[in-house]
Nanobody, 115 residues
Framework: QVPPVESGGGLVQPGGSLRLSCVASGSIFSVYDVGWYRQSPGKQRESVAT???????NYADSLKGRFTISRDNAKNTVYLQMNSLKPEDTAVYYCNLAWLGRNYWGQGTQVIVSS
């Protein structure tokens, strides 16, 4: 499995929106549980949202209602829609694929929320 590739990060003003994409290669993408994580300078990496192979989703309590995770298995892609962004959402966002105890991390995409 080749590591996933994240995209869609950038600079956005507070209150704005971004949609991150996580694209993976291979023909078995649908079996992966996929998660978005983020890490800010000086902080530990934290879970943002996950979507299981079944489609079941889970969110960090503090982000519920603002972030939405979804997947399109036909495109081998998982999305993270982020709305009403706040400066504290500034971080590098990482995608993780998990299956049978194996984990594959992307290189991350930077999100900066600032006026």
């Amino acid at each position: 499995q080749v590591p996933p590739v994240e995209s869609g990060g950038g600079l956005v003003q507070p209150g704005g929106s971004l949609r991150l994409s996580c694209v993976a290669s291979g023909s078995i993408f649908s079996v992966y549980d996929v998660g978005w994580y983020r890490q800010s300078p000086g902080k530990q990496r934290e879970s943002v949202a996950t979507i299981a192979s079944s489609g079941r989703t889970n969110y960090a309590d503090s982000l519920k209602g603002r972030f939405t995770i979804s997947r399109d298995n036909a495109k081998n892609t998982v999305y993270l829609q982020m709305n009403s962004l706040k400066p504290e959402d500034t971080a590098v966002y990482y995608c993780n694929l998990a299956w049978l105890g194996r984990n594959y991390w992307g290189q991350g995409t930077q999100v900066i929320v600032s006026s």
